[in-house]
Each structure stands twice: as structure tokens, then as C-alpha cells.
């Protein structure tokens, strides 16, 4: 449908903070539910952070308290565009990994599986070190 370039992963120490941005464009709709998800090497796709246009939020247990999901719709644009941000703080080892983008489709008013998400962008990657 749409495309989801991410931007502001990096390497931190472990206690520091980064910010992660998504922005979506080329969708003939605005996405209702956006989300991030993130990957390990080994370890299964999980959920980071979900966000709807309610403004509910939803959080993985491990990122509870330290990670803030945002995000904001652009209408003036032809084709409305969204930036979706994450705000991470007190950034972990454990947080390393490849951070995706995801767009829920059409329809989806609320959920946090990745199945129910249907565009994904190319991912970022968060190293977080002692």
C-alpha cells in the first residue's frame, strides 16, 4: 500500500535515550493503528509499541515505563502522510535489535499482533552497549 522509512536508530550506552521515526507515505488512506515492532538475532518478532488515532497506547511488558509512542497525522498533504515516533529512555542491552515500522491495515482499529499489521518498513537498528 503505502511506504514506512524509518530513521534514528544508532548505538547508545546502556542508561541513554534515542529517538526513532517513522514516516508513512503514499498510503490512499490514513493509517488507523501504527506500531513498532523489533527483532533480535534468534529471538521472534515482538511488539514495542502500538498507537491508534484514539491516542491508546499499548506497550510490551519489557519497554513499559521507558519507551513513549507517538504519533502525528499530516492532512494537508494530497496523500496524507503520518510521522510515527518512539521515544526511548533508559535504553538497555536487552533493547538491542532491529526496529520496524508497521502500518495496521485498513480497517483495524486496534491490535497488537503483527499479523494484523500489513506494511512494514526496512527497520532500524538499536545497539545498546555497557
Known amino acids: 500500500e503505502g511506504q514506512l522509512v524509518e530513521s534514528g536508530g544508532g548505538s547508545v550506552q546502556s542508561g541513554g535515550s534515542l529517538t526513532l521515526s517513522c514516516a508513512a507515505s503514499g498510503f490512499s488512506y490514513t493509517p488507523y493503528v501504527m506500531g513498532w515492532f523489533r527483532q533480535a538475532p534468534g529471538k521472534e518478532r515482538e511488539v514495542v509499541a502500538v498507537?491508534?488515532?484514539?491516542?491508546?497506547?499499548?506497550?510490551?511488558?519489557?519497554?513499559k515505563t521507558r519507551f513513549t509512542i507517538s504519533k502525528e497525522n499530516d492532512y494537508t498533504k494530497e496523500n496524507a502522510n503520518t510521522i510515527l515516533s518512539l521515544q526511548m529512555n533508559s535504553l538497555k542491552v536487552e533493547d538491542t535489535a532491529m526496529y520496524y515500522c508497521?502500518?495496521?491495515?485498513?480497517?483495524?482499529?486496534?491490535?497488537?499482533?503483527?499479523?494484523?499489521?500489513?506494511?512494514w518498513g526496512q527497520g532500524t537498528q538499536v545497539t545498546v552497549s555497557t
Open positions: 498507537i491508534n488515532d484514539r491516542r491508546n497506547t499499548g506497550y510490551g511488558d519489557s519497554v
Open positions: 508497521a502500518a495496521a491495515g485498513k480497517g483495524v482499529r486496534w491490535s497488537m499482533r503483527a499479523t494484523d499489521f500489513s506494511d
